[in-house]
């Protein structure tokens, strides 16, 4: 038999053995009233179980191991923090164990109490041969209302995680949700390529600056793109070079320092998501859009939310260019349907998540998981792989859910800690 401690801790847990005439391995009777709460810092394993052993009613911890010798191995025996541990459980007894006041633990051997079919559940769960997940040949027998409410959980887990880089940034920036959701929006503005530099734009102009020339979009344009470190330099063409010189009077005006432009990458991109246009739009968002956090909250349907990002005021010199001085052939450098969709998923979302836990506001969280559905689900190799095992793949909901999943358990195999891998293991 192949286990890890996990499964014997699993099996504690939910009391998954056979409890009948239950002793420990000296013949005092056992009752567990409570098995106690698992512990995943250091010290016993679970806290606060209540047993009867014998007849005394005990309060206190349970410190679970696959052999009993291992107590000793992982040296408890004179560590104050299992001192209050009033049951060893074990998968097997090789070795009493005996306490430095001479006492011998109270220990519950589960060899023959572990049924085979959850052993082999188990171990097919775990160390069968997969192609993409663990559970792949019986997750379709997981029924919907498991599935769904797991699938929340783990989206809530996911969201959780990602809010703490807003919280961080929100007290770098003093509590102002304003800034610090233009940062963010800045930094998907650069999608996966850029995301570093937008990110470092933003932080060195800050969106006040800009709220001062929302009412000229020429200054707000060469803010952007000075800052981008993208006016440096001697222009043929008549816009860049108007740039450049509204440019020298704000930088001197607000003290700015602009980035390097070597951190901007034009490789291997389409001309379309080049960081030129990319700036341009965000450019024509700043102007049309102030105060967009505040929108943001306000605005509760999503068609509404994605015309913050539609009919941007782009400057016509990029109707017939990608980047300075270069002409090329007319076309329409709107924000397309998916990057709008992008941008609503990676920052809305997150950004009304993050304010309804931070204000403990749970209609900005239910708001945030009621846009998720509202949004289309992405297409990855992920997604794909759970629709083909008969997964529905509906919204960005779903897909966000099965992404971290995916990632955060069946990647490590965590089934034992998973909703449907403890649907699984305990089928009938
Ligand atoms: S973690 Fe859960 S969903 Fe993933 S393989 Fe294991 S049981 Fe299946």
Known sequence: MFFTEDFIHYVWKFRLFDRDNLRTTTGENIEVFSAGLPNSDSGPDFHNARLRIGDTTWAGNVEIHINSSDWHKHKHTNDNAYKNVILHVVYRDDDPTILPDGRRLP????????????????????????????????????????????????????????SAAVMAALDKNRGDWEETFYQFLAAQFGFKTNALPF??????????????????????????????GMLDEDFKDEYPEKLKEEYRFLRKKYSLNPIEKHLWKFMRMRPQNFPTIRLAQFAALIVKSNHLFS????????????????????????????????????????LGESSINILLLNTFVLFLFSYGK?????????RSLKLLEQLPAENNHIVTNFGALGIKVGTAFDSQALLELKNSYCGHKKCLQCGVGNKILRMT
């Open 107 to 162: 220990t519950l051997e589960l060899k023959e109490r572990i049924s085979p079919e959850l052993y082999n559940r188990y171990h097919h769960l775990v160390y069968g041969e997969q192609q993409f997940i663990p559970c792949e040949g019986s997750i379709h027998a997981v029924d919907d209302m498991t599935l769904r409410n797991w699938l929340t959980r783990v989206l809530v887990e996911r969201l959780e995680k990602r």
């Open 199 to 228: 990110e470092l734009l933003a932080k060195s102009l800050p969106q006040l600056t800009l709220a001062k020339h929302k009412d000229n979009p020429l200054q707000i344009e060469a803010l952007i793109f000075g800052q981008a």
């Open 295 to 334: 929108k943001v909250l306000d605005i509760k349907d999503v068609t509404q939310l994605k015309k913050l990002f539609t009919g941007l005021d782009i400057n016509p010199y990029w109707e017939n260019h990608y980047r300075f001085d270069a002409e090329s052939k007319p076309s329409s450098k709107s």
């Open 358 to 366: 931070h204000n403990q506001q749970e209609y900005y969280i239910n």
